[in-house]
T-cell receptor
Framework: GAVVSQHPSWVICKSGTSVKIECRSLDFQATTMFWYRQFPKQSLMLMATSNEGSKATYEQGVEKDKFLINHASLTLSTLTVTSAHPEDSSFYIC?????????????FGDGTRLSIL | GENVEQHPSTLSVQEGDSAVIKCTYSDSASNYFPWYKQELGKRPQLIIDIRSNVGEKKDQRIAVTLNKTAKHFSLHITETQPEDSAVYFCAASITSGGGADGLTFGKGTHLIIQP
């Protein structure tokens, strides 16, 4: 149980392109999902918290107009990197929290490797 | 905001020996502390977690201890095996029922098990 699917796994595109990444909880409902970014050999940095049916909460320094998040259903959150540039190249990974209780674990998707040429 | 420090950055141990990774956190309100294992190019996998109302938790060869007063927690792996080689991340968050609880991660420890 607690499977999180992320798609696509790899994207290579030209500068200026917008890229949409999907995060799905396959066998559970997730009212809250999270988006992280990981540079090579570095840690995961929380970008934003995605709440079903409401606006996402962005961490300090993350541009909400650059990284659009939509959480339209209890099993799907999307991250759109708008007008992507080479500095946006990174590993983007989502997680979904199982349940609402205190300290419920987060389960991660496989991540999306984004390369902007 | 929360700040999580993790040490060491690299740890090399002989197969069969124990490995210990330590983390400290800054926000005394943090109450949930998971540990993740990440192999190269793969997703982080939750290996164990501890909540602030517990001082120690064990799952077979893996154990985690928490000292709330000192604001540090540690991962202990006993009888290490080659498949334990990976990058391990500690994390901390402030959780409440229904509330957002994004994780603040440490910088990671590259654990190398020498055969």
């Amino acid at each position: 149980g607690a499977v999180v699917s992320q798609h696509p796994s790899w994207v290579i595109c030209k500068s200026g392109t917008s890229v949409k990444i999907e995060c799905r909880s396959l066998d559970f409902q997730a009212t809250t999902m999270f988006w992280y970014r990981q540079f090579p050999k570095q840690s995961l940095m929380l970008m934003a918290t995605s709440n079903e049916g409401s606006k996402a909460t962005y961490e300090q320094g993350v541009e909400k107009d650059k990284f659009l998040i939509n959480h339209a259903s209890l099993t799907l959150s999307t991250l759109t990197v708008t007008s992507a540039h080479p500095e946006d190249s990174s590993f983007y990974i989502c997680s979904a929290r199982l349940g609402q209780g205190l300290g419920q674990p987060q389960h991660f998707g496989d991540g999306t490797r984004l390369s902007i040429l | 905001g929360e700040n999580v420090e993790q040490h060491p950055s690299t740890l090399s141990v002989q197969e069969g020996d124990s490995a210990v990774i330590k983390c400290t956190y800054s926000d005394s309100a943090s109450n949930y502390f998971p540990w993740y294992k990440q192999e190269l190019g793969k997703r982080p996998q939750l290996i164990i977690d501890i909540r602030s109302n517990v001082g120690e938790k064990k799952d077979q060869r893996i154990a985690v201890t928490l000292n709330k007063t000192a604001k540090h927690f540690s991962l202990h792996i006993t009888e290490t095996q080659p498949e334990d080689s990976a990058v391990y991340f500690c994390a901390a968050s402030i959780t409440s029922g229904g509330g957002a609880d994004g994780l603040t991660f440490g910088k990671g420890t590259h654990l190398i098990i020498q055969p």
